[in-house]
């Protein structure tokens, strides 16, 4: 079996700061981490490597810096790792993401995309859908588990709303998982050790099969209108008074605005 | 030297911060409180390789560094000064004179299962009257032909109840001194060796630290290590070694209690203003930061050294001398700074100042570091 895994290198944060003026995310200073999900994702692909035997790619767009969540994957175990790097990518919506993405995929043989449900930086959770759409390949979505029958079909958990749905789907496939599907292991020291002598394949707009016009800001139609920080809430009231004081003003609080 | 971390090195951190948070950290309390080996911890952390870093591949190891061993011990110690000393003990004390000294059948036999932490190691020098004078060695092994009978005592040997593989120290030729010394592989569960009282102490509490006793313990021939007659060399040439990894260790407690500092006197208000706004702890903070950093470099620059193969053991004492001493004064500023609060168990800074006062003693004390110094300036 072989399975491709999207990672995407986010801040380490969940309360991204975004310039006021310009209306990009503040990126200097924050350190930088695998996407927790997709982190998730490649967890899941190392399992099926150790039952499996599967072979694993761990595919990234970024910038040179990104070199740092594929060396990371390495020591975790991936076999193969690929970065999608050129000026021509720059300036991509979740749809040339996708493009590019999905242009490099096609060169590849797999049984299985795995993506993360969501960066936590764009947090829009279209990339992985757009991805399996471009290929043509069935997907599921919000993965909790997932089993396979070691032949062609997986049995995989999907959370919804308010429960969840167990769905079969036969390979190739593609899956968006969620960051509480599993634990990521940790690195190896050995993995950590071997991880700079690996090759991290860079591949450029050429290498891909898809067509230059839907790659970076030409093949964007997502145009950001405007950007801001949700405002500060109210500051609230303080009380500082005993226990038994501020259980009664609670109570009061609650059974006022008809929460109790 | 490169004061620049490596690549590997930045994602050795990475690796280590997140375990130590996760894994090692929520349980420190307890095995201090509970004085229990954390023996969990190490199966953990034989997954990911910690307990066999610098130890090559093709005997099972990680094929790491000296600086990234010392960078674990240091991380794990930050958070647990117990599980600190487990792994420094294990790597420095038991794997490092097998690699550095065993046959090749004794590397094949020992290190991958040390490596993978199945199986733990210990070091057995001290004696009741053997202490810092370690030459006044009274276990004796003696020569019966086929194989080799030793009959005395060890006191104070850490991760004793645990562990699977001792490295021995005993006399084999009384008239010789400290040429008469030799080092042995002993095996756990080997007739006729079993182990005495565990100690209580003041801190390391969930470390195992206990008496060693052989009645006419028959060890098979192919187990001495070393040349016969060696061992008294080897024993001090491994305590260069693991000075290193105890050093880190008290690297690694200063930092958890400058941690656990920075953070409460930014928080804790008193006169109406935290008390990181008085300049009296921002003065004594700057002097204690000073001398964590000043300690590891000291632990790098030693731990440079061995990795490069260059002597290293005036370096490697220094470490210790400074780091353990600067460890006993961060922690006894922490719990200053704490107040109150500090002195009891809802901090971890009395456990980290009670894990602190080991660090000057074990692996040779102060003294015996500043003798290794100045001897080294004298000669
Ligand atoms: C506030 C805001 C401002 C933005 N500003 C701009 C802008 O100025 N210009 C512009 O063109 N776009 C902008 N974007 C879109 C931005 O480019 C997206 O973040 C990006 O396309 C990926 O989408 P996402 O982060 O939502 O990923 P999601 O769709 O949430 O990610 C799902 C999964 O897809 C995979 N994935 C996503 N990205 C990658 C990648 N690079 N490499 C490998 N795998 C990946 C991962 O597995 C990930 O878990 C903005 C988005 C937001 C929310
Ligand atoms: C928790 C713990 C774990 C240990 N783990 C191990 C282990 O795994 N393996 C092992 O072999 N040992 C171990 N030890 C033993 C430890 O290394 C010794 O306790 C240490 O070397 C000091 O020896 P001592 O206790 O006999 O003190 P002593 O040698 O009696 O020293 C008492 C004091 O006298 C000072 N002193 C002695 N000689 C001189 C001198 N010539 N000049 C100036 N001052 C001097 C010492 O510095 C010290 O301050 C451990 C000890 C403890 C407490």
Not at chain 1, 68 to 84: K, Q, T
Request: proline share 3%.
């Amino acid at each position: 079996m072989k399975i491709v895994v999207c990672i995407k290198q986010v801040p380490d944060t969940t309360e991204v700061k975004l310039d006021p003026v310009t209306g990009t995310l503040i990126r200097d200073g924050v350190p930088s981490i695998m996407n927790p999900d997709d982190k998730s994702g490649l967890e899941l692909a190392l399992e099926l490597k150790d039952k499996f035997n599967a072979e694993v790619t761990v595919l990234t767009m970024g910038p040179m810096q990104a070199e740092a969540i594929l060396r990371e994957a390495f020591a975790m175990g991936v076999d193969r790792a690929i970065l999608l790097t050129d000026r021509r990518f720059a300036g991509a919506d979740t749809l040339a993401t996708s493009n590019a993405l999905a242009g490099a995929i096609k060169t590849l043989e797999y049984d299985l995309v795995i993506a993360g449900r969501q960066a936590i930086d764009g947090d829009t959770a279209q990339v992985g859908p757009q991805i399996a759409e471009h290929l043509d390949i069935p997907q599921v979505s919000y993965l909790q588990n997932l089993e396979y029958d070691g032949n062609k079909t997986f049995t995989i958990k999907k959370q919804t709303e308010d429960g969840y749905q167990i769905v079969e789907v036969d390979s190739p496939c593609l899956v968006t998982v969620l960051s509480t599907a599993n634990n990521p292991r940790y690195m190896t020291v050995k993995g950590i050790m071997e991880a700079y002598d690996k090759e991290v394949e860079i591949w450029s707009a050429d290498k891909i099969d898809v067509d230059e016009a839907k790659l970076g800001l030409k093949g964007s139609p997502t145009k950001v209108k405007k950007a801001f920080t949700k405002g500060v809430k109210s500051a609230g009231e303080v009380y500082e008074v005993d226990t038994e004081e501020a259980i009664g003003i609670i109570i009061s609080k609650l059974t006022e605005k008809f929460i109790i | 030297m490169d004061f620049n971390i490596t690549k590997q090195e930045e994602l050795f951190l990475q690796m280590i911060r997140e375990f130590t948070e996760k894994e090692i950290k929520p349980i420190a309390a307890e095995i201090d409180e509970q004085e229990r080996f954390p023996i969990e911890t190490v199966e953990k952390m034989g997954k990911l390789g910690i307990m066999g870093i610098p130890v090559p591949k093709e005997f099972g190891g990680q094929g790491g560094t000296n600086q990234i061993y010392s960078m674990a011990v240091e991380e794990i110690s930050r958070v647990c000064g117990t599980t600190g000393v487990v792994v420094s003990a294990h790597t420095s004390l038991c794997i490092a004179p097998i690699l550095e000294n065993g046959t090749i059948e004794q590397k094949q036999k020992y290190l991958p299962k040390l490596s993978s932490g199945e199986w733990i190691g210990a070091f057995g020098l001290t004696e009741p009257n053997a202490g810092t004078d370690a030459a006044m060695q009274q276990t004796f092994a003696e020569d019966a032909g086929d194989k080799w009978i030793l009959n005395g005592s060890k006191i104070f040997i850490t991760n004793a109840e645990y562990a699977h593989v001792y490295i021995v120290i005993a006399m084999t030729d009384k008239s010789q001194g400290t040429k008469g010394i030799s080092a042995f592989i002993v095996e756990k569960g080997t007739p006729g060796f079993t182990i005495g009282k565990k100690e209580k102490k003041l801190g390391i509490r969930g470390s195992a630290t206990c008496e060693l006793i052989f009645e006419n313990c028959e060890i098979p021939k192919e187990n001495l290590l070393g040349r016969l007659g060696k061992g008294f060399s080897l024993a001090m040439k491994t305590l260069d070694g693991g000075r290193i990894g105890i050093a880190a260790q008290a690297l690694g407690i200063a930092q958890g209690a400058m941690d656990e500092t920075v953070k409460y006197t930014k928080e804790r208000k008193q006169f109406g203003k935290a008390i990181a706004k008085f300049q009296n702890t921002q003065f004594q903070l700057a002097d204690m930061e000073t001398k964590v950093q000043a300690s590891r470099l000291l632990v790098r620059s030693a731990a440079f050294k061995k990795d490069k193969g260059v002597p290293y053991s005036v370096d490697a004492a220094m470490a210790k001398l400074f780091a353990a001493e600067t460890a006993m004064e961060v922690t006894t500023k922490a719990i200053q700074f704490h107040g109150g609060y500090g002195y009891t168990r809802e901090y971890p800074v009395e456990r980290m100042f009670r894990d602190a006062k080991i660090t000057e003693i074990y692996e040779g004390t102060s003294e015996v570091q500043r003798m290794v110094i100045s001897g080294n300036l004298l000669k």
